[in-house]
């Protein structure tokens, strides 16, 4: 276990691994961070849901953080890859991470990021690669991948296609394209829906911002 002070207010959190009783207030918290953000409602607890039984989770990476008894926060990695025609190479990659609206701006996302990219440096691995928030991990130094010559499975760059060398010139003899898991193309709408059920409603809203 993991216990981290981030200041006076956080003196209490505890950055872990996930248990079976932690799954639905991790769900939760997920539903409420992501829920009309990008989209009305959202589909990212599902997604949290369908990764803990994938073959390509990776649960001795993901971590929770919990503030006096409850879950706040969450990062679920799994593994991905890049690949350079027959050549394909290991990076790791992560999401949803997200932190309780009633938590957020407090350095928790932070330290869920820090703490993990610490573990995976330990563990050997090289790189991981996101789609992300281009306002926020750039602080936390992921750069686009324009500039390690790796493009999404389609041929594109964008800001929110971003990487980060967890040693120092990870990506210099890594290029290609990159490749998720499936399981981030199996949210599909009516068991996004059917799913959502456990959890108390919250109303989908059409919002200025949101990508669709
Ligand atoms: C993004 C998120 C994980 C950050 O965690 P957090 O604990 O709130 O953030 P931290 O306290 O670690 O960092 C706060 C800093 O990040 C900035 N920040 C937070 N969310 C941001 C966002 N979406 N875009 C740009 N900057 C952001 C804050 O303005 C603050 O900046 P400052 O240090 O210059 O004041 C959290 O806000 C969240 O869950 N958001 C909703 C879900 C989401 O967007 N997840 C990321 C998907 S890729």
Known sequence: MEIESAGNEMRNLIIRKETKDDYYNAEYMTKKAFWNLHRPGCDEHYLVHLL????????????????????????????????????????LTFGPLCVDPDYQNKGIGGKLLEITIKEAREQGYKGIII??????????????????????????????????????????????EFYESEIFEQLYTDRVEEYDKKFPYMEKLKLPGQWS
């Open 52 to 91: 803990r039984g994938s073959a390509d989770y990776m649960e001795d990476l993901s971590r929770v953080a919990e503030l006096d008894n409850k879950i706040v926060g969450g990062i679920y990695y799994s593994k991905a890859y890049v690949l350079d025609g027959n050549a394909r190479a290991d990076v």
């Open 131 to 176: 789609f992300g928030e281009p306002g926020y991990y750039p602080k936390h130094g992921f750069k686009t991948c324009d500039r390690y010559g790796i493009t999404t499975k389609e041929g594109k760059n964008f800001d929110a296609f971003m990487g980060y060398e967890i040693v120092p010139n990870a990506f210099g003899d890594i290029h290609g």
